[in-house]
């Protein structure tokens, strides 16, 4: 169960004053994205950071990087021991995500971290996150209509909510490329604290650094990945301005292009877990503004080679036809499943296949539909025979995608093992 609120957070973390500085990051899409590029930027520049996102992919604890290397289990299991005796001592009743905030933020003392980069988990207002005090600079990526149940119904209600990490003092950086709904409200934040605001828009080159305009003339990426990479510099000179500004961000900006983000738009080989040699596209897009942006990757660099065929799942709770709708199209084919139970987040489920194979069959024109319940790698060998060495993507919730990568990650262990035999 997902219960907002600053109360618990604040007790656990009340004889821990945290000794390191933070960036912090709010929103619905990208918010991950500019995190990984702001760490790799800082560790890129010799400054020691720590690095907070959710939720995790493979290892619970692969959700926390110091110096752009994952903590190690043993360290995390000792922090997270000591988090959770304190809850039960003083009868805290912390949830999964407190306790893990907590965790990472008594990591990042003891690994001496100079600056924690911070995702907010949900929301940003009531998020455990917000409990950051001594923060560098926030920032607001994409925002969309997400998680109503607990946000608001309205774009306006959730950019508020998640416009709650803005404090007194602390300048901000927002993706000027949000609806003018949510620009307008962050603007009213904005002036009613009266702090220092910067919109940033990768199509204003005037607006950035001459080495960001040259590493998009080099490389050829999405609209979206764009607009991060803008975000994060942008935040980065302010966070460095008011920390170390000797050093030069403008000669960091070109190592932007060695950042991977596992799980986004990416291109894999399943073998051992199947018989296919063609990469396939993985991407954790799991709302109507995150399969758009895959739907139009999809239709750029993969239709022009036939049709898609598709392996899907989602999280109960979505609304599977926006999510699905505007991606899969007629002619394409569709294996759905389930992905398993997540490990530290036991509320969240996976959506019936049977209810997405109702939604996707009335797109006019699909091809094949089958449904495999929780049977991933069945659902992957299906796709992998129908699509024939043609287009496949994996896709509709980062769950999934976990999963794939934990499956894929077991096989290539079982073949080292049977090799060495």
């Not at 409990?131 to 560098?136: G, K």
């Amino acid at each position: 169960m997902i219960e907002l609120g600053l109360s618990r957070i604040v007790r656990l973390l009340q004889q821990t004053p945290l000794t390191w500085k933070a960036i912090h990051i709010a929103g619905t899409n990208g918010k991950g994205s500019i995190s990984a590029y702001l760490s790799h930027l800082l560790s890129a520049g010799g400054v020691r950071c720590g690095r907070f996102t959710s939720p995790h992919l493979i290892d619970r604890w692969d959700c926390i990087t110091i110096g752009e290397k994952v903590v190690q289990e043993s360290l995390f299991r000792q922090i997270e021991a000591r988090v959770k005796l304190r809850d039960q001592t003083l009868g805290i009743g912390a949830s999964e995500f407190e306790l893990l905030t907590a965790t990472a933020f008594e990591i990042f003392n003891h690994e001496r971290v100079d600056i924690g980069v911070v995702e907010v988990g949900m929301g940003g207002r009531l998020d455990a996150t917000n409990i950051l005090t001594d923060v560098l600079v926030s920032v607001i990526a994409k925002i969309g209509l997400d998680h109503q149940s607990l946000l608001g119904d309205t774009i306006e209600q959730i950019t508020k909510e998640k416009a709650g990490i803005l404090k007194p003092g602390v300048p901000c950086v927002i993706d000027g490329t949000n609806s003018p709904a949510v620009i307008r409200t962050i603007e009213d934040r904005v002036k009613e604290l009266k702090i220092d605001a910067v919109y940033t828009r990768p199509d204003a080159p005037d607006h950035h650094s001459p080495s960001l305009s040259q590493l998009f003339a080099t490389l050829d990426l999405q609209p979206h990945q764009r607009a991060n990479m803008t975000c994060a510099v942008s935040a980065l000179k302010v966070a460095l301005h008011r920390f170390r500004p000797e050093i030069d961000v403008d000669a960091l900006v070109p190592q932007l292009s060695k950042v991977e983000w596992p799980g986004r738009l990416q291109n894999l080989v399943l073998k051992p877990l199947a018989a296919r040699e063609e990469p396939v596209l993985l991407d954790g897009a799991h709302n109507t503004q995150s399969a758009e942006v895959l739907g139009e990757y999809v239709d750029r660099k993969l239709r022009p080679q036939g049709n898609v065929t598709w392996v899907i799942a989602a999280s109960r709770g979505k609304d599977i036809e926006s999510l699905f709708h505007s991606i899969i199209k007629a002619g394409d084919r569709v294996a759905i499943t389930a992905f398993g139970l997540v490990d530290g987040m036991p509320w969240v489920k996976a959506n019936d296949p049977e209810e997405v194979a109702s939604c996707v069959q009335s797109i006019p024109g699909i091809g094949p539909v089958q449904t495999f319940g929780d049977d991933i790698p069945a659902a992957i060998n299906w796709a992998c025979e129908e699509a024939s060495g043609g287009p496949l993507v994996i896709a509709g919730s980062l769950y999934l995608a976990s999963d794939v990568l934990r499956l894929l990650r077991e096989a290539k262990k079982i073949t080292i093992n049977y090799d060495n035999e």
